[in-house]
């Protein structure tokens, strides 16, 4: 089983004694309630680096006011079973309290990447995400940093923060894991009733066709967009909250197909949960 840090002294003091050995230490933050997904990047840092290490974090930062933060399923058993099978050696788990003992004065405020889409629905979300990203590479130390393409905006924010910030991290891209019908994995997938989980890889499936367009020549970014958001509104159970092209490095929505790497990005609502997808769009 992992050992498990619940201080951030315990945590700093156990990856200093790891970062001795050449090949590193390999991080993957999360909130916890691991799936396939999460296991994938912990499977991913075992093998790229000596010492695989985990953290599971509930951020009160990122959540608001109405937000599930109070709901969010745990199940630390499981999670450190899991993260034993993937080879982590070390998981941090602090409390909120060890986390913040005193209200914080200080956030990381990522701009422009930040602005649009997840950011636009959800104002705080990001600089709480900043923030304990920030502050959990604090802690840890100089490392490579596992994130999935699941949350796009997100790896993107951490991405510019780190550059900009000049952080010892390197910012590892990680493919989204799917359920066989094409959901994409979630903590939050446990939320839907029956008929919005029957209904949720519509959004898997919109994506799909708007990259099927685009690879077969479809060059109006109104008609790309189109074909995922028309998918998505087939379905009586989601609510589509944006569906856009974009660049893959700056998300600034786009004005033609092709030219720059790009990537399709979607969020829907099915009662009262929120789902995020994405795709690449490979052009030939
Ligand atoms: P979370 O616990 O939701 O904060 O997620 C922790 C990390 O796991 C983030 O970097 C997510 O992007 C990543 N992740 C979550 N779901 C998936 C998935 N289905 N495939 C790949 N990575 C994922």
């Known amino acids: 089983m992992p050992e498990v840090h619940e201080t951030i002294a315990g945590f700093r003091a156990a990856l200093e004694l790891a970062r001795e050995d050449e090949r590193g230490i390999g991080f993957v933050p999360t909130m916890g309630y691991l799936h396939e997904g999460h296991a994938s990047l912990m499977r991913q840092a075992s093998a790229e680096n000596e010492t695989a290490v985990a953290s599971i974090f509930v951020n009160p930062l990122q959540f608001a006011a109405n937000e599930d933060l109070g709901a969010y399923p745990r199940d630390l058993e499981r999670d450190l079973a899991l993260a034993d099978e993937c080879g982590v050696a070390h998981v941090f788990t602090p409390s909120v309290a060890e986390m913040y003992p005193v209200p914080v004065l200080t956030t990381v405020s990522v701009g422009g990447v930040t602005e649009r889409f997840e950011g636009a629905s959800r104002p705080e979300h990001f600089a709480g995400v900043a923030t304990v990203v920030a502050k959990l590479f604090s802690i840890a130390g100089p490392c490579r940093a596992y994130f999935g393409d ?22 590892v891209g990680c493919p989204i894991v799917r359920e066989p019908d094409g959901l994409a994995m979630s903590s939050r997938n446990v939320y839907l009733t029956p008929a919005q989980r029957a209904a949720a890889p519509a959004l898997h499936r919109g994506l799909q066709a708007a990259a099927a367009a685009a690879a077969d020549g479809e060059r109006n970014v109104d008609r790309v967009r189109a074909a995922l ?26 004005t033609v197909v092709g030219g720059t790497e790009q990537r399709l990005l979607v969020a829907a609502r099915f009662g009262t949960t929120r789902l995020l997808d994405n795709l690449a769009v490979d052009l030939p």
């Open 150 to 171: 699941k949350d796009f905006q997100q790896l993107a924010v951490v991405r510019r923060m780190v550059a900009d910030l000049s952080m010892p991290v390197d910012v």
């Open 229 to 254: 958001a028309d998918a998505v509104a087939a379905e009586p159970e989601a609510t589509l909250d944006y569906a856009e092209l974009v660049d893959a490095l700056t998300l600034e929505p786009a």
